[in-house]
């Protein structure tokens, strides 16, 4: 049974994007980053643990993050746009005929919108720590994150280690201006006016301690995409996946199939 993780790049939509995978699975699952995220630092337990029988599991670095580099990530107004094609294209790319998608936080968000927007590609999608719309109270929780000094160690050190300093300090406050436009559009909208269009099995997580993603966000998801389902953690934080890797990756696998 081959456990072991190859990497690579391929070109997509004109930049070169690097992937991590692993396993010998029918099923595809593709594994979307969140904020400064890539493969590496976001799924370490994922990558390592779902099952390699069922599932071949691809996680992505998004154009400016990780080493899909260069270019330098930047924040235009449709980003999340960008890169759910990029997301889509790159697995097509790589030849798999349907996907899956495990979307955390901004993955989570870029997850919904592939997922309206090719319905017929998406075969089950699983989100946690994912928004629709930005409001007065995200704006306050983006501000408090903007400057990277102020992080705890252990949430710091990764990305400091993937990017050096600069790059990531300067790119978490491009991206807190980056998530900032949304608040000037009609009810903060990033893609709550796509949740209606997600045709495929949808399993919402929310850790309900979340300190990032308040509750409501969870709710507003699951009472928009048909038939959806919302699992809560009671002591999930943001990297509930992490935390509690066994626990998610049961309940990952145990939705996908």
């Not at 389902?229 to 992490?242: A, I, T, V, W």
């Amino acid at each position: 049974m081959s456990t072991s993780v190859t990497s690579a790049k391929v070109a997509v939509n004109g930049v070169h994007l690097h992937y991590q995978r692993t396993g010998e699975g029918e099923h595809a699952v593709l594994l979307l980053p969140g904020m400064l995220g890539s493969g590496e630092t976001d799924f370490g337990p994922q990558i390592k643990n779902l099952n390699k029988k069922l599932f071949t599991v691809v996680a992505w670095d998004p154009r400016g993050y990780g080493h899909s580099r260069p270019p330098d990530r930047d924040f235009p107004l449709d980003f999340f746009e960008r890169d759910a094609k990029d997301a889509v294209d790159l697995m097509k790319t790589l030849k798999f005929k349907k996907v899956s998608l495990l979307g955390w936080s901004d993955g989570g968000i870029t997850a919904l919108i592939a997922a309206a927007r090719y319905p017929s590609y998406i075969n089950k999608m699983v989100i946690w720590g994912a928004n629709a719309y930005v409001t007065e109270e995200d704006e306050t929780i983006y501000q408090g994150i903007r400057d990277v000094s102020k992080w705890s160690e252990r949430t710091r050190k990764p990305l400091e280690t993937l990017y050096g300093y600069d790059y990531f300090s300067k790119t978490c406050e491009k991206w807190v201006d980056g998530i900032k436009q949304f608040k000037h559009l009609s009810d903060g909208n990033i893609c709550r006016h796509l949740l209606p269009l997600v045709q495929c099995p949808t399993l919402i997580v929310h850790g309900e301690k979340d300190p990032l993603v308040p509750r409501f966000h969870a709710d507003f998801i699951h009472k928009h995409v048909r038939g959806s389902r919302l699992h809560l953690m009671p002591e999930g934080k943001h990297n509930l996946h992490l935390r509690f890797a066994n626990e998610f990756n049961k309940l990952a696998e145990d939705f996908l199939q």
